[in-house]
C-alpha cells in the first residue's frame, strides 16, 4: 500500500487559526503542551491577527481567533 502525503498551502492562513483555536482553548483551560509554550502560541496567534498578546492572554486571543475565522 503506497502512502501519499498533502500539504495544505493556505495563504490566508485559517488552517493555522482552526489549529491555533485549539490550542488556545486548551490554554485558557490550564492545560498545557509539551511541544509548544504559551508565548509561542501566542507569536502564532500576533502573527495572524495582528495584535500582540501578553503572557496568560489567551482567552483574549481565542476571542480574536474566532473573529478572524468568522
Not at 495563504?11 to 504559551?38: C, E, I, Q, T, W
Not at 495582528?50 to 476571542?63: E, S
Amino acid at each position: 500500500m503506497e502512502v501519499k502525503m498533502v500539504t495544505l498551502i493556505q495563504p490566508d492562513n485559517r488552517l493555522a487559526a482552526v489549529f491555533l483555536k485549539g490550542h488556545l482553548k486548551m490554554l485558557a483551560l490550564g492545560m498545557k503542551n509539551s511541544k509548544l509554550s504559551g508565548t509561542q502560541i501566542l507569536k502564532a496567534a500576533s502573527q495572524i491577527t495582528g495584535k500582540k498578546y501578553k503572557r496568560g492572554q489567551y482567552k483574549l486571543a481565542l476571542a480574536d481567533i474566532e473573529e478572524f475565522l468568522s
